[in-house]
């Protein structure tokens, strides 16, 4: 099954998907939190946990195993956060936000959780399309 087509626009899903299984999609985060944000988003439309099929539900776990594997091979994180808000983008997702205590250097460019180690601060703009490429290029070689 495809990504929902208003939602995958708005996320790039043609240019960030990282991966894809029957049930999820999961993109590079225009707006990076944190190095590496993503966005885990189902498939379908819908939007509360509620409506969930018990397919998508089975599923996940190993969506999530596989998401959080390539983050801890590519950028090492501390911690990891889920934030599912919906507020603006109706349609069931979350956000994936990894934590760092530390700094961290990636193409050329020093990323420093500013928030460590209080909840992140997801109203950042979007990085350049060459940085996220270069996020989603290096991930994809750990899913």
Known sequence: MELWRPFAKTFDADNLTLFRTEHWSVLVRKGQV???TLVLAANRNFISASELTRDELLGLPQV??????ALTEAFAYNKINYLTLMMSDRHYH?????RYEGVRA????????????????VGVPPASNDTLMAIRNHLKQYV
Do not use: I, K, M
């Open 94 to 98: 979350s956000h994936v936000v990894p």
């Open 64 to 69: 999530v195993g596989r998401l959080e594997a």
């Open 34 to 36: 944190t190095l590496g």
């Open 106 to 121: 990636f193409d050329g460019l020093t990323w420093e959780d500013a928030d460590w180690p209080g909840p992140p601060n």
